[in-house]
């Protein structure tokens, strides 16, 4: 069993909509990294966290340390958030407490 | 954010050859980069960790003659794949940290085929 295990695998909405991503991990962390992937293949951090919340601009990511559980949202969707979205966090049982273990990612789709 | 980039983002190379990717952060030191190589619809998977002036780390099933990292610096690391085979051919992606407890950043990725 992966651990890191993300929601949806596959996810279509359209242009405006409220967007929820979800990434539950069954370990010990010490951060979690949501990151962005689009066609062409390059990765973008979006945000690394630790506890509670973080906001930029569309975005918002949460996490509950004691669920084990973290949330990317997206706001007013628009198409060009189309990309697949990956959770990954650090410290967990791969030893390292710098290396990352990543989910299988969410591929979003906004239509216009 | 930090700017790790990669080069080159598409390579192309006959059976046998050797390939060289570059892995640069540009606007920080990077104690240790990372090398991930990500199959179709595929999560990453990472293939070793590097950190500067020291032999890189290989994560199990991965052939260090196979594919060989040097981090000469701070701010360079680079992966060969040597005597390419068309089953090397994939995705390769690297990323940055300044140290333990700081965000990761990636390079933009090199896609790889083996002819």
């Known amino acids: 069993k992966n651990e890191v295990e993300q929601s949806p695998q596959n996810l279509t909405a359209q242009e405006g909509e409220f967007i929820t991503i979800n990434c539950s991990y069954s370990?010990?962390?010490?951060?979690l990294h949501w990151l962005q992937q689009h066609p062409g293949g390059g990765i973008v951090s979006l945000f690394m966290?630790?506890?509670g919340k973080k906001k930029h601009g569309r975005l918002i990511a949460t996490i509950n340390i004691q669920e084990k559980h973290s949330s990317l949202h997206i706001t007013a969707s628009h198409p060009r958030d189309s990309a697949v979205y990956i959770c990954?966090?650090?410290?967990?049982?791969?030893?390292?407490?710098?290396?990352?273990?990543f989910g299988k990612g969410t591929l979003l789709t906004v239509n216009p | 954010g930090a700017v790790v980039s990669q080069h080159p983002s598409r390579v192309i190379c006959k059976s046998g050859t050797s390939v060289k990717i570059e892995c640069r952060s540009l606007d920080f030191q990077a104690t240790t980069m990372f090398w991930y190589r990500q199959f179709p619809k595929q999560s990453l998977m990472l293939m070793a960790t590097?950190?500067?002036?020291?032999?890189?780390?290989?994560e199990q099933g991965v052939e260090k003659d196979k594919f060989l990292i040097n981090h000469a610096s701070l701010t360079l690391s680079t992966l060969t794949v040597t005597s390419a085979h068309p089953e090397d051919s994939s995705f390769y992606i690297c990323s940055a940290i300044r140290d333990p407890n700081t965000e990761a950043f990636f390079g933009q990725g090199t896609r790889l085929t083996v002819v």
């Open positions: 590097s950190n500067e002036g020291s032999k890189a780390t290989y």
């Open positions: 990954a966090v650090k410290g967990g049982s791969g030893g390292s407490n710098y290396k990352l273990t």
């Open positions: 966290l630790s506890s």
């Open positions: 370990v010990g962390i010490s951060a």
